[in-house]
Every structure is written in C-alpha cells, then in structure tokens.
C-alpha cells in the first residue's frame, strides 16, 4: 500500500528543524488546550508547531472526507480513532497536502491555526478503559528469570508458546510531564519473616511501548493474527514505573498489583501505524513454531531506536539505555491475537504495553533492574553520582525515533516523568 504522507523528500512550509521528532512525514495524533483558548482541542504535530485540526475543520480544509461535526472538538481521540485507520489515514493524507511547501493558500491562513508547541499544554490523549501489559523482550524476560531463578530455569516453561501478559490498571495512566510520587508499600526486608511498610526503595522505570486500539471486537469473537494490524490505531512510548521490592513481595500467585499501578507515564502524540510504515522489518526467529493462532508471515515489528535519560535534580541527563522496539520477539499483531483468542472483546482506546524492551547488550536493558543488575552494579551519571535505582527528584526521560537514509525522523516526543518523594 502506497501512502502519499510517507515520501520522504516531502517538505514542508512550517519550519522543521533538522532532526525534529515531526516532520511532515509524522503527523502524529494529539489533544491539547492553551491558556487563551481552554477547550480541549485535536491536533497534529510538525516541527515545534501544534496545528489545532478543530480551525482547519472549520475552516473547509477537510471537505470531501466525510468527518462528523466536531470530531476534533473533543477532548479525547477516541471518536476521531473510532472512524478507523482508513479515515485516519485520508486525514493524515490530507495534512499532509495542506502543509507541504507549495501550498500558498493554507499558509496565508496559518496564524488561525498554528500554534507554537511550547504555549500549547499537551493533554493525555486517549480516554483509557482498559490497559495490558506484556512482557514480550526475550532479553527481559531471559535477564529477570536469571536473577531471580537462576541461568538454568530463566524462562518459565509457556514463554515461548504465547505472549505473556497481566491486566494493569488504566485510570494511573499520565501524559508526560506529570510528576510521579514514590509509592509506599509492603515490602519484606532482606533476611526478614515479617513485611515492613514504607516508602518504596526499588522504585525502577520500565522502557516499554503501548499500542492503541481504534476498532471493537465483539465478545466472544476472536481477532485473528492476520487482521490485527487493522485494529492498532498508532504507538506512545510507555514507562511502565515499578517497585520492585512492593512487586517482589505481593506477585504471587497473581501476578502485579500495586508495584506497578501507581502510575504509567505515556507520551502526549500517538504516531500512527501509517506513519511507521516504511521501518517495518522482521522480527526475531521463533522457536519452537508458534500455535497455528499466533503463526503470522511477513514483517511485523518496527524499527524503532529508543532511549532512557535520567536527569537527576539540577544536573544534566545521562543516557543510561539505548534499545530498539524491533527487539521484541512477540509482535503486537500476537499480542493482540492472543488477547482476544478466548473471546475478550477490544474496546477503542484500549492500550496495550509491550513489556520491558531490553537489547542483547547490556546497554541496552530497559529497567534500572537489569542495568544494575539487582542493584549490584550501579550506574555511574554524568554528574558523577550513582544510582542502583531512581532517588526523589530523578526525572527519567523516554524517547523513540525512526529514522529514514536521508535524516528525516518519525519521533514520538518524550515521556517524561519526575519522581516526587513518598507522602508520609
Ligand atoms: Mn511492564
């Protein structure tokens, strides 16, 4: 399928700076509010520029696509996505044509609806009801399995049969930019019998990435593997914030609970499935073959570079992880496969999160977990101080980009989240 909005050699009329996350070839998905004008509005992203898709709807600009009244007066995406990818795709289509150098006439009316990114407040852009994590890194879950059982029995006997994943809890899911308070829990002291309750001490990142659902399956009818693809509206990079001594003590037999739903930081745009297109590639090998429901040919993962800074209080960021999306060995078309292969009906808006996304090396680890290994080998910051996991004040910094041959970069913008001290 050919898609106008992906040529890379487009350019646009809005200034676009050189290795800017939205060039003309993202336009990603967002809602957003400014101080002059507070009601929620959609948008889409180019460069350091907010285009407010509300004006350009009322202003004839999406004639002939056969939109409802007001689809972009809204203060989620969910209608918008509602309409599925194909109109999703002919709006994306069309941005694109309306912001491409040549077009004299939409730029003459830019002051309406062109809005500097930095005056905009990026809103949490999809009304979440329900969210799943995965945990689908051959890497993480090979690293976490050999910490705490050991080299021999790392993987549990079903990993390579089918995704694995939990239900999380979708109401704690922010937009970058919103501090996160240090939980307080039970967690059971080293060489304790008894739990202690406090502030958590293991409080980790998770460098995941969430899909979006813009189509219903209905109960009882599975999604097959084959058209999964057309549910998935468009990716967010997704901190899946963790305790781990909360998460240590409370995970049996049912899994996460409170380690992990005090909050889950997503970025504000959702790049689409569309703009991604041109970075698909394989993913790794399967083996053993999976079940006849999970067997998919072709490429179905994303090549997308990813990293976490930690920037701690007053100080400069340091890169402590550099890991690429195309790592994961369960793609999102089996994810979704496997979710709704006994019936569970998807609903839009639904988010599904990949699992950590760890690399083969060790710069590549995902979670402070992992790159510390237990704490055991701590990190050295570029300020000359140490972290075996995240202290008060430690703002960790996600990013995702693709990038095409000539430096054109689909990017996600960050997801960013400051660690608050625990409420006592
Ligand atoms: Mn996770």
């Not at 004006?55 to 918008?80: C, E, S, T």
């Not at 069309?94 to 990026?122: G, K, Q, W």
Request: glycine share 8%.
């Amino acid at each position: 399928m050919k898609i106008p909005a992906n040529d890379p050699s487009l350019r646009s009329w809005v200034p676009v700076q050189e290795g800017s996350d939205f060039p003309i070839q993202n336009l990603p998905f967002g809602v957003f509010r400014t101080a002059a004008n507070p009601e929620p509005r959609v948008a889409t992203a180019i460069g350091d520029q907010v285009v407010d898709l509300a004006v350009l709807h009322d202003l004839a600009y999406f004639d002939g696509l056969d939109l409802p009244k007001g689809i972009f007066r809204q203060r989620w995406l969910n209608p918008f996505m509602a309409l599925g990818r194909e109109k999703g795709r002919a709006v994306r289509n069309r941005l694109s044509e309306l912001l491409r150098e040549d077009n004299e006439d939409v730029r003459h009316h830019a002051a309406h609806f062109l809005i500097p990114m930095d005056r905009a407040e990026l809103l949490l852009p999809v009304n979440v009801g329900d969210y799943t994590d995965f945990y689908s890194s051959l890497e993480h879950a090979t690293n976490v399995g050999t910490m705490f059982r050991g080299k021999d029995n790392a993987l549990m006997p079903n990993w390579k049969w089918l995704p694995v994943g939990y239900h999380g809890r979708a109401s704690s899911i922010v937009v970058s930019g919103t501090p996160v308070r240090r939980p307080c829990g039970q967690y059971l002291p080293q060489g304790e019998e008894k739990p202690a309750f406090g502030p958590s001490r293991l409080l980790d990142f998770e460098l995941e990435m969430a899909f979006v659902l813009c189509r219903e399956n209905p109960l009882g009818q599975p999604v097959s593997v084959h058209e999964a693809e057309d549910y998935i509206f468009g990716l967010v990079l997704f901190n899946d914030w963790s305790a781990r001594d909360i998460q240590k003590w409370e995970y049996v037999p049912l899994g996460p609970f409170l380690g992990k739903s005090f909050a889950s930081t997503i970025s504000p745009w959702v790049v689409t499935l569309d703009a991604l297109e041109p970075f698909r590639v394989p993913g790794p090998k399967q083996d053993p073959e999976p079940l006849p429901y999970l067997r998919c040919e072709g490429a179905h993962n994303f090549d997308i570079h990813l990293t976490v800074d930690i920037q701690p209080e007053g100080a400069d960021a340091t890169t402590v992880c550099r890991s690429n999306f195309r790592y994961l060995y369960w793609s999102m078309c089996q994810q979704l496969a496997h979710h709704t292969v006994n019936g569970c009906n998807m609903r839009v808006g639904d988010m599904c999160a990949s699992g950590t996304i760890s690399g083969p090396t060790p710069d590549a680890y995902g979670s402070m977990l992992e790159l510390t290994w237990r704490g055991t080998r701590p990190l050295k910051l570029a300020d000359g101080s140490e972290r075996k996991f995240l202290l008060d004040g430690d703002t960790v910094i996600m990013r995702g980009w693709c990038q095409h041959e000539n430096g054109v970069r689909i990017g996600f913008g960050d997801a960013a989240g400051k660690v608050l001290p625990a409420r006592e």
